[in-house]
């Protein structure tokens, strides 16, 4: 959150943080975010997870309007990245996967007609993740805890996405040499660092491109959702000039 409100300072956006205290019901949560929807001047609304026992987060996902979604979690926003509508005005993209897309374009890895392999399957990277990926014309396969032999379906891949949570999930003889490898892990190693799901040290050997941790997907999460808040103003900007 600290990065979030510095970058939007940097940006030129003003951002308003409000910490509540953890014992706050779900109906009061629900009652802020119903104001911060109707007040015109937010464009932006997001919700930091994971949030205490006593609130549903998936109530609290859909309680965000669609308009003001620029996290990009809302059920309508995936309907309509599912559908093919996202760049038709219907939601927004979840920054995280939105980010690696940038990140890829910016490295020059091919997309299109590239085998990716996504390991993970949550609802904010996973399996967005993969629909942008087949969206830029990718043959996509999803790996996850259930998958038999992971080294085998990674060392097929041109593009690798590693989204688990787990330190050393991929390492270096799963990787075909040249492969484009993201890590959007965040973990803490045995001696308390800061470490992605990719054995960094020595997949950057085999990798054409890899991504690292720290300083690799997260800033550019925080880009996308900036994006996605001016997006948002813009769209805003539209429908009231439309309606005058």
Known sequence: ?????????????????????????????????????A?????????QMPLPPQIDPARVIEAVALS?????????SAGALVSGRIDGGVGFRPCTPYG?????????????????????????????????LLARDATV???????????????????VVSAVGRAATVTADMIKPGAAVVDVGINRDAIGRLVGDVDFD??????????????GVGPMTITMLLDNTVLSAERTSTREGSSR
């Not at 956006?13 to 009061?28: G, K, W, Y």
């Not at 007040?39 to 919700?47: R, S, T």
């Not at 390991?119 to 993740?129: C, D, F, Y």
């Not at 790996?143 to 041109?158: F, G, K, Q």
């Open 1 to 37: 959150m600290r990065n979030k409100v510095r970058a939007c300072e940097e940006a030129g956006l003003h951002s308003v943080l409000e910490r509540h205290d953890a014992s706050l019901s779900q109906p009061e949560l629900l009652a802020r975010i119903d104001a911060l929807n």
């Open 39 to 47: 007040d015109p001047a937010v464009h932006g609304i997001l919700v």
């Open 68 to 76: 003001k979604d620029v996290d990009g979690f809302h059920l309508s």
């Open 100 to 132: 690696v897309l940038h990140m890829l374009d910016d490295a020059a890895v091919p997309i299109r007609g590239s085998r990716a392999v996504v390991i993970g399957r949550s609802n904010t990277v996973g399996k967005p993740m993969a629909l942008m």
């Open 141 to 159: 396969t999803i790996a996850h805890s259930a998958t038999p032999d992971l080294a085998a379906i990674v060392r097929e891949a041109d593009i």
């Open 202 to 215: 020595r997949v950057r050997d085999v990798a054409g491109w890899i991504s690292p941790v720290p300083g």
